[in-house]
Every structure is written in C-alpha cells, then in structure tokens.
C-alpha cells in the first residue's frame, strides 16, 4: 500500500447526554495525544456545528454511563474513557478496522497554486522523478506524489511564476506565503537554466561528462573528477536548495537525456490535439534510474 | 459555522508553543470543533474527510498560510469557497489573535 493510501481513524470525544464531562485539563490531553498520534478528533457540541462524518471509521470515547445513540452510516466503535487511555482505544479500533496507523514520513510534494501556474509544463520537464503529469484538460497536474523527493523544493525554484507550493517547506514563498514582486523576479533569475549552468543544461552535462572521460583517460587523476562533479554538484545544490540526499540519487546524464527527450516528445504529441491523458508507463525504479 | 484546527503532525513547522495554545484555548471554549492530524497529509490521501470541511458553509480554519490551504483543499479534491472561509495562519500570527478570530 503507497503511504498516501488507507482511511483515517476519526475520533469523537463525547461529553454530551449519557457521559460526564471531561476536565478542561483531561480534554485538552485527550486532544493532544490523539492528534500527535495521527488520529482526526472531533469535539461536537449540541446545537453546533462539526463536519459530517465521511466513510472513516468512528470511534466515540467519552466517559461514558451508556453508549451514546448515534445514527451514522459508518462503523461505529464506542471505548469508554473510563477504562483506558484515549490513545489506547484509539489504536485498538485502529487495529481492529484496518486503519491507517501514523507514519514516519513528511507529507513533501508539491502543490500548484492554480492562481498563478500558465501551464508552461517547465516544472514536467525539469522534474526527474515523474511527480508531474498533464491531466485531461491538458493542465499540469501533480500524479506521482510518493516519487517526490522530501525536503528537495527544486522544481518550485524553477517555476517562472512561483506557482509551486511546499507547505511544509521553511522559507517563503514556497510555503505559500504571500508572493512579492521581488520573489517573481528573483525565481525569474532562477528559471534561466542556460544561465545557472553556464550553456544547455543536457549540453552542459554532456560536455562535463565528455571532460571527466578525457581527464580520466589522459590523467587518470580520479581525485580531479570528483572534485569537479563535487563542484558542479554544490553549485546544483546552492542555486536550487537541492538536498543531498537528492543530488545522491541523480541519474546519469544519458538518463536525463534520455527522460528530457520522452518529455519532449510527450508535450509535442500533446501539443498535436492527441488524446493521451496520461503516461501510462509506470515511473521508472530506482533500477532503470540507475541508482 | 465549523472550526477545523490542523496539528501539523507530521512536521515542526508551526511554532509548538503556539500550537498547543491554540487547542487548549480551544479545547476550553466549549466550541464545536473538528481537529486532524495534518492537512498536507489530508490532501496527499485526497481524504474524503476535506470535502466533508469544505461543503456547508462558514468556515475558520487555524493551520498555516491561506495560499498553501487553498491549493492543499484543491489538491486534495475538495475545493474551499474562497468567500466563506477565513484561514489563520499558525506559523505567523499569535496564539491569543488566532484564538481571538475562532472564538468571534
């Protein structure tokens, strides 16, 4: 199962007809513990507004006399608050329904601000992870989230419109803080890869790679390449807040190549009126990468 | 009107002081309010969970930036009306303004 699959376990602390009400300080711990293990919380009031339940299990805990009456067209688990802590009945209903259990992952990928974003199909071609797609109405469409690389906000520095969101990123406006007119110039900057790399960034790649073989050849001085790739590599590193654990799993550059051009081309049939909605190839393993 | 409060569990980005503030004061409020784990996961799920927040109206929602709230409702498949939804921000504003704002 991907890691953005499973339903949530949804809990109600229950305070109403037929329970005692919690201490201010026992609700608030209820709260935390819950949320701080993954579980969704809902606090009803009578006469106040909560969201409906989904199609998520529900879990009513309170301190209960009786088993609240709920009509619900979901599975209804009650655990009495009395006898265990809320974190232990939450995770035995977990357990029981086939919940999603907590995670230790940081939901990182992007998320297009369809406000600014022109469909300029810059961040489908710059990612090498096929986290992007284009959707039916031909607009840029994030498909492959668990193929984003975490901590890694790249392709959003690239985007000419600052269109691409990281919320859980640090600085904005990647976070999605307010874009300033500075920030538009500055990621303008940014986008001209030509620049960045001195010449074609394939180009560039190439004609490095064409340099270490040679020095290889001629030299045989191992240490100079690497010096070199670690330069290039810190310069790649510095102007695109690319994390190292990326910059470590960058495939060669005949595989860069090789994706720039199926993106190319994928545009250019696209561009044609042609019906393909989506890359139905699977994105390519870690294998295929060459990693 | 509904209240949602976002945990950000999954990351220390919203200063924790002005987190646990939050919810206490909530928590205290005798308001009705639902309470998740983590937007961004949410949206990554496309959990069913959001449309559910964004239909019916009047919405405040204490998480993070509005930008980033919008397109994660958007991303996850259930688009926030823009005009009855207020979102404050976590990660910036004080804990009492936040709470100022949920309560009002």
């Known amino acids: ?291 | 009107m509904k209240i949602l409060y976002c945990n950000c569990t999954y990351a220390k980005i919203v200063p924790t002081e002005v987190k646990q503030s939050v919810l206490r004061q909530l928590s205290d409020s005798g308001l009705a309010f639902d309470a998740v784990a983590d937007l961004c996961d949410m949206s990554a799920r496309r959990d069913p969970g959001l449309k559910k927040i964004a239909d019916g109206g009047c919405t405040k929602i204490a998480a993070c930036y509005p930008r980033a709230v919008k397109w994660l409702f958007h991303a996850g498949g259930a688009p926030l009306q823009d005009e009855s939804v207020t979102v404050l921000n976590m990660r910036e504003d004080a804990a009492v303004d936040i709470v100022r704002e949920l309560v009002k």
């Open chain 1, 1 to 291: 199962m991907s890691r953005t699959e499973g339903k949530n376990l949804r809990v109600l602390l229950y305070e109403g007809p037929g329970s005692t009400p919690l201490e201010n300080e026992a609700r608030y711990q209820a709260l935390s513990s819950l949320l701080n293990n993954g579980f969704e919380v809902t606090r009803p009031v009578e006469g106040q507004q909560v969201a409906p339940p989904d199609d998520s299990p529900l879990l009513i805990l309170g301190l209960l006399k009786h088993p609240p009456d709920v009509a619900a067209d979901v599975e209804v688990y009650v655990r009495n608050l009395a006898d265990m802590s809320p974190v232990d009945a939450a995770r035995e209903v977990r357990e029981e329904t086939g919940a999603r259990a907590l995670e230790a992952w940081k939901p990182w990928f992007p998320v297009i601000d369809f406000d600014r974003c022109t469909n300029c199909m810059q961040c489908l071609t710059f990612c090498l992870f096929d986290v992007y797609a284009v959707d039916k109405q031909q607009k840029i469409t994030v498909q492959n989230q668990d193929n984003c690389k975490t901590d890694c906000p790249a392709c959003s520095r690239v985007c000419p419109e600052v269109a691409i969101l990281f919320p859980k990123y640090a600085k904005g406006p990647i976070n999605g803080d307010v874009v300033r007119e500075q920030d538009v110039q500055r990621e303008a900057m940014k986008v001209d890869i030509t620049t960045l790399l001195g010449g074609d960034l394939y180009g560039s790649l190439r004609t490095r790679q064409r340099e270490a073989r040679a020095r290889f050849s001629t030299e045989r001085d191992e240490s100079k390449a690497l010096l070199e790739r670690k330069r290039c590599l810190g310069k790649l590193k510095k102007s695109l807040d690319i994390p190292d654990e990326v910059l470590m799993t960058l495939p060669s550059a005949e595989d860069i190549e090789e994706r720039a051009a199926r993106a190319k081309a994928k545009l250019a049939k696209r561009q044609a009126g042609s019906q393909t909605v989506r890359d139905s190839r699977p994105a390519p393993s870690d294998k295929e990468w060459g990693i």
